[in-house]
């Protein structure tokens, strides 16, 4: 559906999500999401701590702009046609690996219940549909990132993340759902 042209009546360059609220017509994660926390400031998405804020705003943008652009469909579409089918997964798997060993880092010494504290915060809400995502669809060996695999295992506890799935999207494609 993002390659349709009312799609990119709402964003030209054709890349999900897109949020349209009323007459307000926002795409991209990051923007979306800072769209709605300056919307809906009693439910903050970025902890009052300035060190902790900008740990998160580290690992938000290393899942945002490091990892998912490099596996998004056009991407590995592009890959398929110039390179080779059989190069995507290595491709993918390379960014996810480089991408994975990073957040570890960053969040060795701040995760606690979630990537930066007791709370769901923004770099949570990137970090779940990435990880899942990696697990679900590249199949992805979690094995080195035991960090991330602990956060996975709180995420996937979570009633609005599980309501959150791709597969439980009404606008599934047959071939998530199944």
Known sequence: EQFNPEFTELNTIGYVPVLVDGDVVV????AILMY??????????LP???HKRAINYQAANIASSSIQPLQNLAVLKYI????????????VTYHITKGFLALEKLLK?????????????????FLAPQIHGA???FNIDMVQFP???WLNDAYVELLPFQDAMPEKQPDAPPSVVS
Not at 36 to 45: A, I, N, T
Not at 80 to 86: F, G, H, I, L, N
């Open 48 to 50: 009052s701590n300035l």
């Open 27 to 30: 795409s991209d994660s990051f």
């Open 80 to 91: 398929e046609e110039k390179v080779s089918a059989d190069e995507k997964l290595s491709w």
């Open 135 to 137: 697990i679900k669809r």
């Open 36 to 45: 709605l926390e300056e919307k809906y400031p009693e439910h903050p998405l």
């Open 109 to 125: 010494d701040h995760a606690e219940r979630y990537a930066t504290g007791d709370e769901v915060l923004l770099a949570d809400l």
């Open 147 to 149: 960090l991330l695999s």
